[in-house]
């Protein structure tokens, strides 16, 4: 009877779980042992090894950004799971951390890669028309326990260019004035201008020069006007606007010269004229000696409410046109309107993204000096101005953005690919603004969101000396700040670098401060390869063998002789409980179903073909999760047989 129920009791026993017992005892005499007080049991204490109760742990993400829709595809690098039990949460929390909002990841069985990556798409955050980006979480879950891992940052962005489904998008008049003629009295509005093939830029030029603005702004009658004129004349004279070219030591940027190429001639020719007709038509109305009410409004229609991707104002900087430039910039300085210049465009960012990109250097000292343009604005990729700067490797530029107000405040800014400034410029080996931004409070232990990487890291993994040696000894970098695999930069540095003079250097630089230092512990996993059973391979002749997607597609059933093997083997793992779980017919093992006098392994590989509880690829598959390898040659071999595959 006891043996029964030890029995009964054996199948309820999760066999990657324990807990350890604690008894006290007095020792009597003839060394009888008496309790002293009921026993202790510990917490449970699961099998890190197993699938099935292993701790669950993000590795690395290949993007840590989705648009507000979702759907975006993303890799997990993880630690062991199964494919029945696994679900990738993402959630947010308020203030006071409760959760407001949750979903799941997109995924199927497929999408489980040999039990260390997951396939998914995003789902949609809860508003999909979100203006700004959204900080939530996400972290792997096991429903059979509730076990999480550790949650990592993911951000939510707006998307680009959202409009309603199916409204159409109105086309501007390019021959004339689209000037809402609701906002101004008929009086004020300017001419209709007839943009021919043959306009001459050099005629509208001359048109009004800095004298006849002058006079042209004189005419605005207002006490405000003289009061934004105090206020910034210093500064306005100053300012060095009557040459703005592209000037910068450091010539013409990459990104610059990307753009370029994608910039065709008759675009280049559209944006000209988009220009010259914008300056004209604000010439124009500016000689009719309008209020300074009216001037502002006339200037938001034409620089912020626009239509197309970018404004007259971005399109002369893209171009070039110094004349333009020079105009947009007196009229916005004299009429206080300085906000004017953070004007996004569709996709490029504002005119200070511009004029980075386009290695403007004069025109971004003017915008970050007189007009205090903001450094946190982004692009569509979500790209500040300093991001930008990276690509100038004489340092001008990024020297220039440095100095403008509040950098502090968007110097560790992540782009969409989750990199701060100080991160592309150790990507792009720039030293220069790397020395520069750690001058001026950039975090240099700031890590990754996909993989947890400081700048020293990437420094490492890319092998920049110059950078390793300035990041060490010129900033209070903290070295031992680990990534999500729990290496720090000094480990990777000594037991992964292939550069002899990176591995002196980090040597040295644990010596001097005397630095405890842990060696790498490489997991090793069932499917390792051991010196000696390298050998034995190597004294093996193998077949070529390929695992065809449709291998298994005409099996149904197993042979008799491949059920007696793969049967013997469970039997003698005990694996097929655990086999019994993934194939959600746990309830069988509660219920005593098997007969253990004869193998339960047959009865439950029978059962479950039998009722269509799971497929045999399906079956092979999890016992490959269970790391049964023998079983799944032997399987293989059957499909192969059934298949026609070694005909």
């Not at 598959?621 to 298949?643: P, Y």
Request: aromatic share 8%; net charge negative; with cysteine.
């Amino acid at each position: 009877m006891i043996k029964g129920l030890a029995e009964a009791e054996s199948k309820s026993i999760n066999l990657n779980v324990v807990c350890l017992r604690f008894d006290a005892f007095y020792v009597g005499s003839n060394d009888v042992y008496f309790p002293l007080c009921p026993p202790v049991f510990s917490h449970a204490i699961n099998n890190l090894k197993s699938a099935l109760t292993g701790e669950l742990k993000i590795v690395r993400l290949d993007h840590c950004t989705s648009p507000a829709n979702g759907g975006r595809e993303i890799f997990f690098l993880v630690e062991r799971v199964t494919k029945k039990n696994i679900k990738v949460r993402f959630y947010e929390l308020d203030d006071d951390d409760h959760v407001t909002w949750e979903d799941y990841g997109r995924f199927n069985d497929l999408d489980v890669h040999h039990q260390y990556a997951i396939v998914l798409k995003t789902p949609p955050y809860k508003n999909k028309e979100i203006s700004s980006q959204v900080k939530v979480f996400v972290e792997l879950v096991r429903p059979s326990d509730n076990a999480r891992s550790e949650p990592k940052e993911f951000t939510y962005i707006p998307v680009q260019n959202q409009g309603r489904p199916g409204a159409k998008r109105s086309r501007p008049n390019e021959y004339s004035s689209d000037f809402d003629t609701l906002s101004i009295g008929s009086e004020n509005l300017p001419a209709t201008i007839n943009l021919s093939g043959d306009f001459d830029i050099m005629s509208l030029t001359e048109n009004l020069d800095s004298e006849e603005l002058r006079i042209a702004m004189s005419n605005i009658d207002s006490d405000e006007f003289n009061k934004i004129f105090a206020r910034f004349g210093k500064e306005y004279e100053s300012a060095d606007i009557e040459r703005l070219s592209l000037d910068a030591p450091g010539g013409r940027s990459i990104l610059q010269r990307k753009l370029n190429l994608k910039i065709k001639p008759c675009q280049n020719y559209e944006y000209m004229r988009k220009v010259q007709r914008v300056y004209q038509e604000i010439s124009e109305f500016l000689k009719t000696k309008p209020n300074l009410v009216a001037v502002k409004e006339f200037m938001r229609h034409y620089l912020q409410d626009f239509k197309d991707e970018f404004n007259a104002f971005h399109m002369a900087v893209m171009i070039n046109d110094k004349t333009a430039i020079n105009f947009f910039i007196r009229l916005i300085l004299h009429t206080g309107e300085l906000d004017l210049v953070n004007v996004l465009s569709h996709k490029l960012g504002t005119v200070l993204h511009l004029a980075t990109i386009y290695n403007n250097l004069k025109l971004v000292k003017i915008l970050v000096s007189t007009f205090k343009a903001d450094l946190s604005r982004k692009d569509a990729d979500l790209n500040t101005p300093l991001h930008l700067a990276v690509g100038d490797f004489e340092g001008y530029m990024m020297d220039a953005l440095l100095k403008g107000k509040d950098v502090d405040k968007c110097i560790n800014s992540e782009n969409g690919n989750n990199y701060t400034p100080l991160h592309l410029a150790v990507e792009k080996k720039n030293l220069k603004a790397v020395q520069l931004l750690c001058k001026n409070g950039a975090d240099v232990d700031y890590r990754h969101a996909c993989n947890g990487f400081t700048p020293l890291r990437f420094a490492v993994e890319n092998g920049y000396l110059e950078i390793i040696n300035f990041i060490l000894y010129q900033t209070n970098v903290n070295p031992k700040v680990r990534d999500f695999n729990e290496l720090d930069p000094l480990q990777v540095a000594l037991h992964g670098s292939t550069h002899p003079e990176i591995k002196h250097v980090v040597q040295k630089y644990i010596s001097e401060n005397e630095l405890p230092f842990e060696e790498i512990n490489i997991k090793e996993e069932p499917e390792d390869i051991t010196p000696e059973s390298e050998m034995l391979i190597s004294e093996v002749k193998v077949e070529p063998f390929i695992l065809h997607d449709n291998l298994y597609i005409n099996v149904t059933r197993f042979t008799d002789q491949c059920l007696d093997e793969v049967s013997r083997i469970l039997d003698a793992s005990g694996k097929w409980q655990e086999l019994a779980v993934l194939l959600d017919v746990e309830h069988l093992l509660r219920m005593q179903t098997f007969d253990e006098r004869k193998s339960p392994s047959k009865q439950l590989l029978n059962y479950v073909v039998a009722s269509n509880g799971g497929s045999i690829k399906e079956i092979r598959d999890f016992l490959e999760n269970l790391d049964e390898v023998r079983a799944v040659q032997i399987m293989d071999k059957m499909a192969q047989d059934i298949s026609g595959y070694n005909s």
